[in-house]
């Protein structure tokens, strides 16, 4: 025991040892490799020149050590592509002081920059070559390309933006009826003593393009007129790239075909009657999609569709569909027809549909006649509607309504389709009544509008404002249906309060009202990209007169996120006039 005592420190010597002899040299030999890069310039310039020097980059590389005349060389290779790097930002006489130096533990380069002054565009001079030089608005084009070119007179020169403004002059005159437009030539003269930059671009347009007859392949089951109606490229008309893009998207959206591509056969040869070569592949002739979500406002959401695409072998679609919520249930069958020459699409279709809303049960049956038509970010419909309901409050029938409506809608939409946009804007304006004189209960206009905007803040955040507006002209509510009136509260509504529970009050229950107005302004900030929280204050009512609008306010904070099978959203609101809080939450998904 003694003697064991005696040998343990030994022992833990021996070991401290023989890890000093293995670490120490390993510490020493990292310490001789390190090598550095030292940089001092000014602004965004010193980031440029750490991430593109020929040092940088040979110090980025994985076990970097460099020889003398390895560092040496690498050095002399940054001196120069220093000043390269330097020019390409605008700075054509700037004062580099560098200097590198060896030590036991590596070498140092060290970089001092001085950029000078920056060279300003001067003077831009463009020509247009080609077909476009000899038409009659080649002056008028001339000078909305120089107006419209991301280099002016004025501006810093820069090489990234004098490449982008010569792209973007080829770009725009491509657009629009020359395809084939592309650089000629090119120059830009710097004048270093007095920071000046002259520029000039000459742009050949080629010849100019006008369609012609449209290719179609993969075809099986619906005839060419289909696509060309679809597509709306009339024979003879000067070529345009949105066009084009529009052509494939109706292909896409119209619900015949899976796939679509469509592009201009260009060969100079054949400019005058250019070919739109296009080819589809159809979709599956039937398509079952089933959905389910929830939703505070609804509950549990079940629902269904059914497509068949060539209905009777005449390219019509036939959709029967059915939903299910705790506060709705409904059951609709639509007939839609081909487009017609102008692109309209004509259907018609029936609804039988219940409602349990804040005490008031509607059941209604509906029978309606539509024409549509999308146009690039325009959507139109008129309407042509009979409905029959009975309208009971407190289980007590209270009355029926009847009315055959003329309805006009109209939405733009510039937002892009995301799940949650950053930019542009939906409104949609609804104008649509009925008289007295032909089936219906009571004659009454109605007109409602609905905005929303959205506005970026930042790389990640945005801003929502949102307005609801809306009248049903008429005496009073006596034989309108509910679908022509209004309510509020609600996940899309006034956060904090239950779901359409703002409205006139008769018996203890909430009904549908003549006017309805709401507002809302939310802050989202995104901390990833699929997770975000909000803020928002909300505010409104629906009432049977003007003098009852007073605006109830719900406030509070909401979480985002994009899910893989769509939005989820959950708010926590608090209603002011009721003084409680309440969860809004929605999820749905389709399979």
């Given amino acids: 025991m003694e003697l064991s005592h005696r040998l343990r420190p030994r022992a833990a010597a021996c070991t401290r040892g023989v890890i000093a002899a293995l670490v120490l040299p390993l510490c ?16 965004s310039l010193k980031p440029l020149l750490e991430k593109n020097l020929d040092l940088a980059w040979g110090l980025r590389q994985k076990d970097a050590h460099f020889s003398a005349d390895g560092w040496r060389e690498l050095y002399e290779k940054s001196r120069a592509s220093a000043r390269d790097l330097l020019e390409t930002e605008g700075y054509f006489s700037p004062r580099i002081e560098s200097s590198y130096t060896s030590t036991a533990q590596g070498w140092t ?16 001079d463009l020509r247009l070559a080609g077909a ?14 120089l107006q419209t070119l991301p280099l002016r007179p004025g501006m810093p020169f820069t ?31 710097i004048d270093p003593q007095k920071h000046a930059a ?5 742009v050949d347009s080629g010849p100019a393009y006008v369609f012609g007859a449209l290719e179609i392949q993969g075809l099986k089951r619906y005839p060419p007129a289909l696509v060309r109606r679809l597509c709306g490229l009339p024979q003879g008309e000067p070529y345009e790239q949105s066009k084009l893009l529009e052509c494939q998207r109706n292909l896409e959206y119209s619900g015949y075909f899976q796939n679509a591509a469509v592009q201009l056969g260009r060969a100079p040869e054949r400019a005058a009657a250019a070919p739109v070569q296009v080819r589809v592949e159809e979709a599956k002739p039937y398509r079952l999609t089933l959905g389910a979500g929830y939703g505070t406002d609804t509950g549990p959401r079940a629902q269904a569709q059914w497509l068949q695409r060539d209905f009777a072998r005449r390219a019509m679609q036939l959709k029967l569909a059915t939903l299910v919520e705790n506060t709705q249930q409904q059951a609709s069958a639509e007939l839609l027809w081909p487009p017609d ?29 539509k024409r549509a038509r999308k146009q690039g970010a325009v959507e139109t419909a008129l309407v042509a509607q009979f409905q029959v309901e009975q309208q009971s409050v407190g289980n007590i029938l209270q009355q029926s309504n009847r009315a055959l409506t003329l309805n006009y809608i109209w939405t733009h939409h510039t937002a892009p389709a995301t799940d949650y946009p950053r930019h542009g804007w939906v409104s949609t304006v609804q104008i649509g009544g009925a008289l007295k004189a032909l089936l219906s209960d009571q004659s009454f206009l109605r007109l409602y509008w609905r905005h ?11 801003v929502l404002a949102r307005l609801e507006l809306g009248a049903t002209l008429a005496p009073n509510t006596q034989g309108i249906p509910t ?14 309060y239950a779901y359409q529970s703002l409205g006139p009050e008769v018996g203890g229950s909430v009904v549908s009202g003549r006017y309805v107005a709401t507002g809302s302004v939310e802050y989202d900030h995104f901390f990833t990209p699929t997770w975000g929280v909000a803020l928002f204050v909300d505010a409104g009512q629906a009432a049977d007169s003007l003098g009852a609008l007073h605006p109830q306010v719900g406030v509070g904070p909401g979480l985002r996120y994009r899910s893989p099978v769509g939005p989820v959203n959950l708010d926590v609101a608090y209603g002011v006039g009721v003084h409680q809080w309440r969860l809004h939450f929605t999820l749905g998904l389709s399979f």
């Fill in 452 to 462: 929303l905007q959205f506005f970026p803040v930042g790389k990640r955040d945005r």
């Fill in 198 to 202: 002259q520029l000039s671009l000459t």
């Fill in 28 to 43: 020493a030999a990292l310490q001789a490799h390190a090598d550095r890069l030292e940089i001092d310039a000014p602004g």
């Fill in 109 to 124: 380069a060290r970089f001092r920059v001085d950029p000078g002054p920056r060279t300003q565009v001067a003077h831009v």
């Fill in 483 to 496: 679908d022509f009136l209004f309510r509020a509260g609600g996940a899309n509504s006034v956060r904090g």
């Fill in 132 to 145: 476009v030089a000899q038409s009659p608005q080649a002056q008028r084009l001339q000078k909305t390309l």
């Fill in 341 to 369: 020459a102008d692109r309209y699409v004509w259907s018609l279709g029936s609804a039988a549909k219940r409602t349990d809303i804040q005490g008031q049960v509607t059941r209604a049956l509906q029978i309606l006649g």
């Fill in 159 to 189: 090489q990234q933006a004098w490449s982008a403004a010569k792209h973007d002059a080829v770009l725009r005159l491509a657009a629009h009826r020359y395809p084939d437009a592309h650089l000629a030539a090119s120059a830009a003269l």
